[in-house]
């Protein structure tokens, strides 16, 4: 019943910054990014727990991505740093309704998806 709404997605130059945001209806326990670029699955990116005190990041995005919340505001953030060409692909908010500990990588820890966000990074 917690709609997502992702934001901030566009058209970045190779090693360009570029923020998400993603919006939720309601309070939410575990969030998370996952992208699913051209011709790929959707893939983990990123996740933070529901207080902050756990994050987890893809080896891919680790040192140029950070992920935030603001529970104030049940938003999550994504600010993406030195963005590649790889990085081009539709990202994808994900919560949880609980804020019990899961595998916070895996699709099924989730409960709610937003409708994504295409980021397109060229070279």
């Known amino acids: 019943q917690v709609q997502l709404v992702e934001s901030g997605g566009g058209l970045v130059q190779a090693g360009g910054s570029l923020p998400l945001s993603c919006a939720a209806s309601?309070?939410?326990?575990?969030m998370a990014w996952f992208r699913q670029g051209p011709g790929k699955e959707r893939e983990f990116v990123v996740s933070?727990?529901?207080?902050?005190?756990?994050?987890q990041y893809a080896d891919s995005v680790k040192g140029r991505f950070t992920i935030s919340r603001d529970n104030a505001k049940n938003t999550v953030y994504l600010q993406m740093n030195s963005l590649e060409p790889e990085d081009t692909a539709v990202y994808y908010c994900?919560?949880?309704?609980?804020?019990?500990?899961?595998?916070?990588?895996?699709?099924?820890?989730?409960?709610?998806w937003g409708q994504g966000t295409q980021v397109t990074v060229s070279s």
């Open positions: 994900a919560a949880s309704a609980s804020s019990m500990w899961s595998d916070f990588a895996r699709r099924g820890a989730y409960d709610f």
């Open positions: 309601g309070r939410t326990g575990n």
């Open positions: 933070i727990s529901y207080n902050g005190g756990w994050i």
